[in-house]
Protein backbone atom coordinates (compact mmCIF):
# COMPACT_ATOMS: atom_id res chain seq x y z
CA UNK A 1 0.00 0.00 0.00
CA UNK A 2 1.04 3.56 -0.41
CA UNK A 3 -0.60 6.85 1.65
CA UNK A 4 -0.09 9.93 -0.30
CA UNK A 5 -1.14 13.35 0.91
CA UNK A 6 -1.55 16.44 -1.17
CA UNK A 7 -0.85 20.27 0.26
CA UNK A 8 -0.35 23.27 -1.27
CA UNK A 9 -3.13 24.27 -3.08
CA UNK A 10 -4.69 27.95 -2.87
CA UNK A 11 -5.87 30.94 -4.38
CA UNK A 12 -3.81 32.52 -6.94
CA UNK A 13 -4.18 35.50 -9.82
CA UNK A 14 -2.82 34.78 -13.74
CA UNK A 15 1.14 34.76 -13.78
CA UNK A 16 1.50 33.75 -10.34
CA UNK A 17 3.41 30.97 -8.63
CA UNK A 18 2.26 28.03 -6.80
CA UNK A 19 4.36 24.92 -5.12
CA UNK A 20 2.55 21.74 -4.57
CA UNK A 21 3.88 19.04 -2.17
CA UNK A 22 3.06 14.98 -2.36
CA UNK A 23 3.98 13.40 1.07
CA UNK A 24 4.05 10.17 0.41
CA UNK A 25 4.37 6.60 2.44
CA UNK A 26 3.98 3.28 2.33
CA UNK A 27 5.61 0.77 -0.07
CA UNK A 28 6.07 3.90 -2.61
CA UNK A 29 9.49 2.66 -3.41
CA UNK A 30 7.45 0.00 -5.45
CA UNK A 31 6.23 2.42 -7.95
CA UNK A 32 7.31 3.40 -11.06
CA UNK A 33 7.01 6.74 -10.86
CA UNK A 34 5.06 9.14 -8.60
CA UNK A 35 2.81 11.83 -10.51
CA UNK A 36 0.26 14.69 -10.54
CA UNK A 37 -2.85 14.88 -12.41
CA UNK A 38 -5.47 17.90 -12.05
CA UNK A 39 -9.41 17.81 -13.03
CA UNK A 40 -11.19 21.25 -14.25
CA UNK A 41 -14.53 21.66 -13.50
CA UNK A 42 -15.69 20.26 -16.74
CA UNK A 43 -13.42 18.44 -17.86
CA UNK A 44 -11.68 15.25 -17.41
CA UNK A 45 -8.97 14.28 -15.11
CA UNK A 46 -5.71 15.07 -16.89
CA UNK A 47 -2.06 14.10 -16.50
CA UNK A 48 0.03 16.69 -15.52
CA UNK A 49 3.26 15.58 -14.66
CA UNK A 50 5.72 12.49 -12.92
CA UNK A 51 8.86 11.65 -12.13
CA UNK A 52 10.53 8.13 -11.60
CA UNK A 53 11.54 7.22 -8.41
CA UNK A 54 14.70 5.44 -8.90
CA UNK A 55 15.63 7.37 -12.07
CA UNK A 56 14.58 10.82 -11.47
CA UNK A 57 13.08 11.15 -15.32
CA UNK A 58 10.43 13.62 -15.63
CA UNK A 59 7.72 13.41 -17.85
CA UNK A 60 5.48 16.12 -18.06
CA UNK A 61 2.02 16.89 -20.52
CA UNK A 62 2.72 19.97 -23.25
CA UNK A 63 0.99 22.25 -21.31
CA UNK A 64 3.23 21.62 -18.15
CA UNK A 65 6.41 21.87 -20.13
CA UNK A 66 8.79 25.31 -19.42
CA UNK A 67 6.08 25.99 -16.55
CA UNK A 68 6.16 23.43 -14.34
CA UNK A 69 8.95 21.68 -12.84
CA UNK A 70 8.13 18.01 -10.71
CA UNK A 71 11.17 16.82 -8.30
CA UNK A 72 11.53 14.08 -5.68
CA UNK A 73 13.26 15.01 -2.22
CA UNK A 74 15.14 12.03 -1.40
CA UNK A 75 15.59 12.69 2.27
CA UNK A 76 11.38 12.81 2.89
CA UNK A 77 10.56 11.26 -0.15
CA UNK A 78 7.97 14.45 -0.69
CA UNK A 79 7.38 15.19 -4.67
CA UNK A 80 7.04 18.60 -5.55
CA UNK A 81 5.17 20.32 -8.32
CA UNK A 82 6.46 23.96 -8.87
CA UNK A 83 4.01 25.75 -11.32
CA UNK A 84 4.91 29.28 -12.52
CA UNK A 85 3.29 31.25 -14.83
CA UNK A 86 0.21 29.96 -14.29
CA UNK A 87 -3.42 30.32 -16.32
CA UNK A 88 -6.85 30.26 -15.47
CA UNK A 89 -7.04 27.20 -17.61
CA UNK A 90 -4.91 25.62 -14.79
CA UNK A 91 -7.69 25.82 -12.44
CA UNK A 92 -8.89 22.25 -10.85
CA UNK A 93 -8.31 19.36 -8.57
CA UNK A 94 -4.42 18.53 -8.31
CA UNK A 95 -4.22 14.90 -7.12
CA UNK A 96 -1.03 13.23 -6.58
CA UNK A 97 -0.67 9.11 -7.47
CA UNK A 98 1.35 6.40 -7.40
CA UNK A 99 1.64 3.70 -10.19
CA UNK A 100 2.64 0.29 -9.91
CA UNK A 101 5.72 -1.40 -11.19
CA UNK A 102 4.89 -0.66 -14.94
CA UNK A 103 2.01 1.29 -16.85
CA UNK A 104 2.37 4.60 -18.76
CA UNK A 105 3.16 7.47 -16.78
CA UNK A 106 0.98 9.21 -19.44
CA UNK A 107 -2.46 7.58 -18.06
CA UNK A 108 -4.17 7.52 -15.43
CA UNK A 109 -5.09 3.95 -15.72
CA UNK A 110 -1.18 3.00 -14.80
CA UNK A 111 -1.52 4.70 -11.12
CA UNK A 112 -2.41 2.53 -8.50
CA UNK A 113 -2.40 5.08 -5.58
CA UNK A 114 -4.41 8.28 -5.17
CA UNK A 115 -4.17 11.10 -2.64
CA UNK A 116 -7.61 13.36 -2.27
CA UNK A 117 -6.46 16.03 -3.84
CA UNK A 118 -5.53 19.82 -3.32
CA UNK A 119 -7.79 22.81 -4.76
CA UNK A 120 -6.50 25.38 -7.19
CA UNK A 121 -7.90 28.31 -8.30
CA UNK A 122 -6.08 30.36 -10.89
CA UNK A 123 -8.10 33.95 -11.59
CA UNK A 124 -7.72 36.84 -14.35
Known amino acids: QVQLAESGGGVVQTGDSLSLSCATS????????VGWFRQGPTKDREFVAS????????FYAEGAKGRFTIARDLATNTVTLQMTNLKTEDTGVYYC?????????????????WGQGTHVTVSS
Open 51 to 58: ISWINLNE
Open 26 to 33: GRVFASYA
Open 97 to 113: AAMGPTGNVYQASGYAY
